[in-house]
């Protein structure tokens, strides 16, 4: 290669190279400061970078007036370099072109140096983007790492307070997953936590009725909760109020359980299940029902003596008006006395599941004329008119005729003791198909209708009837209707207050 040639090579490297490129003359000062330095030579691409037109032959201060104030460590180092000859590279800001550059300096004569420009703006716009972003994600990690610990010491709290509470716990996920169980829970079923948690719930720990009978999957309180998303007990899920859990000994627990559906914002993450070994409450009630039916079976008998000689002494004895009088009293009482008892004992029986049935056939007719035969003298006493003629010849049913009283008996001396004096009473026995519905309608009191819906609950009274007759129990209506239950029938009541009730019983007319 000529040196003519190299030299139009250099010439068009110098004017295409994409950097910018300026051989520049520095000029000192006296004290050999560098204050300034001119441009002898600039390619195109320096140009059109720095902004600058016809560039060559001016100083920089004059193309850039407040260069030094805004850039002095460029003129201290242009100047190191063309004294010294030794390259540097740096990276600067141009304020007044607000560009980046990365330049590389070296002097080819003393005195002088040469620039390369490269423009990296935009390779340090990302590098800030990329260090905004850093700084922004080491924020968001500082915020996760809070939150994590304040999480992680609610788990502990929460923890900790779980495993510690005397009642049992078990959590389960929305499929019934354990997913915790706590201490008490552990001791009681004596399964240990690693060996349940994982598992199915409805696998490790089956349930049982108090009939013995394994309680199906979907009615268990777990189960109802979960899919109803409400609070559920073995109350509000069967009939049965108590459940038997299996042990991991395959022994049965009797528990008071309540399963909570546990919820985030409105989506169900999983239950909580809390219960209790009530195997001492049981036998508490058990001794309870014992004692109480003991008690009344022992009272029954001199009672009814009591009720005998009174009836004897009364009809056969010649008596003053008063013996009479006081006689009739200890009669009527002797009799309540008996009703006391005997509800009671329906009472205790129920209570214990010991309702058993004998079937016998009862003349229905015949039956209540005799019960009303019995009341005679209460009914004499309230002056009561009792009406009871619509009704068959008669009605050969075949019930349990203790049970098929206690309804009876409830139902009659309800209607006596809620009808004032010179009331009116009506008894009607109507056949159907397979069954024959009983009516007492009074003109009593009545039932106010806010109090309708729970009168057949255990110890109901309803607030007229606790200011008519001040020592009632309200449990007859409850001995009555689980009476015609257990036979296969239904007690319902139709009641208007300050102006009677209607009573209706309708049973099957054979039971097996
Ligand atoms: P008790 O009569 O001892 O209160 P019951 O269980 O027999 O208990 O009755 C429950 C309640 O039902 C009564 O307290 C009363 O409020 C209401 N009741 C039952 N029968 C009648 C009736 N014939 N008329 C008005 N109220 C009645």
């Known amino acids: 290669m000529t040196s003519q040639d190299s030299e139009s090579l250099y010439k068009s490297l110098f004017d295409n190279m994409l950097d910018g490129l300026a051989l520049c003359q520095m000029v000192f000062d006296t004290q050999k400061h560098p204050i300034d330095f001119k441009y002898i030579e600039v390619n195109k691409n320096f140009e059109a970078l720095m902004g600058l037109k ?8 004059e193309l850039i007036p407040g260069i030094r104030t805004s850039n002095p460590e460029l003129l ?9 000859g030794k390259p540097e590279k740096f990276e600067t800001f141009n304020e007044p072109l607000a560009k980046w550059f990365l330049v590389s300096v070296y002097s080819p004569r003393k005195e002088y140096f040469i620039a390369v420009f490269q423009n990296i703006t935009d390779r340090k716009k990302i590098e800030k983007d990329l ?60 399964w240990k936590d690693v060996e349940i948690i994982g598992k199915f719930l409805f696998d490790v720990i089956p349930v049982e009725d108090e ?47 309540t399963v909570a559906p546990v919820m985030l914002e409105t989506k169900i993450v999983g239950a909580i299940e809390v219960f209790r070994d009530i195997t001492k409450e049981k036998e508490l009630d058990r001794a309870k029902s014992e004692f109480i039916s003991i008690a009344s079976h022992q009272m029954r008998t001199p009672l009814t003596a009591i ?41 205790s029986r129920i209570e214990a599941g010991k309702l058993e049935t004998t079937p016998e056939i009862v003349g229905v007719v015949g039956f209540v004329k005799s019960y009303l035969q019995e009341i005679a003298e209460l009914l004499g006493k309230k002056e009561l008119e009792v009406v009871f003629e619509d009704h068959p010849v008669e009605l050969a049913v075949k019930t349990d005729a203790v049970t098929l009283r206690n309804i009876v008996q409830n139902i009659i001396i309800n ?22 519905v009983m009516q007492v309608a009074d003109t009593g009191i009545g039932i106010p209708k806010g109090e309708q819906h729970k009168i057949f609950e255990k110890f109901t009274r309803a607030s007229n009837a606790k200011l008519h007759k001040t020592d009632g ?36 007319l054979e039971i097996s």
């Not at 109803?228 to 899920?237: D, F, I, Q, R, V």
């Open 307 to 347: 009720q005998w000689v009174a009836e004897r002494f009364m009809k056969k004895e010649k008596l003053t008006p008063k013996g009479q009088e006081y006689l009739s009293d200890i009669h009527a009482s002797a009799m309540r006395l008996t009703e006391l008892v005997t509800d009671m004992l329906s009472l």
């Open 131 to 190: 260090y905004n972003a850093k700084v922004a994600a080491g924020n968001v990690l500082e915020d996760l790492q809070v939150e994590k610990e304040a999480l992680a010491r609610a788990k502990a709290k929460d923890d900790a307070m779980l495993s510690s509470i005397g009642d049992s716990v078990i959590i389960v996920d929305p499929n019934g997953i354990v997913t915790f169980i706590n201490q008490s829970a552990q001791n009681l079923l004596g």
């Open 473 to 508: 129990t309200g449990i007859g209506l409850y001995i009555a209707s689980r009476g015609a239950n257990l036979l296969g029938g239904k007690i319902w009541f139709t009641s208007e207050e300050k102006k009677g009730s209607t009573f209706y019983v309708e049973l099957p």
């Open 211 to 257: 009939k013995g009978e394994r309680v199906p999957m979907n009615a268990r309180p777990m189960a109802v909760a979960l899919a109803l998303n409400t609070t559920a007990t073995p109350e509000s899920t069967s009939a049965h109020g108590i459940y038997y859990y299996t042990c991991k000994d395959r022994t049965k627990l009797p528990v008071a359980v």
């Open 76 to 84: 201290e180092m242009y100047g190191r370099v063309s004294l010294t």
């Open 54 to 61: 016809n560039a060559e032959g001016k100083k920089v201060t």
């Open 415 to 436: 209607a006596i003791d809620y009808t004032p004096n010179k009331g009116r009473i009506k008894i009607a026995i109507q056949k159907k198909d397979g069954t024959f």
